[in-house]
């Protein structure tokens, strides 16, 4: 599996499994996806929203902790 570098910012590689990662220039894991086209475009937006400032603005959280009595 051979990393390409995409627009001088970050790298694409396809996995074994048929699921493709990006990763910056540092090698921090930045998309997966399961193609090569839809993980260049999201890590494009990625980029860009992280560029701006906006990355709180997406509407996305997580939570940790599972609620409620199991």
Excluded at 3 to 25: A, H, N, P
Excluded at 40 to 61: C, F, H, M, P
Aim: glycine share 8%.
């Amino acid at each position: 599996m051979q990393k390409t570098l995409i627009d001088d910012c970050f790298y694409v590689e396809d996995q074994r499994w048929g699921t493709w990662k990006s990763y910056d220039k540092d090698g921090n894991v930045l998309i997966t996806s399961l193609t090569s086209e839809a993980c260049v475009a999201a890590t494009r937006q990625y980029l860009k929203w992280k560029q701006e400032d906006n990355l709180n603005d997406i509407g996305v959280s997580y939570e940790g902790t599972v609620g409620g009595k199991l």
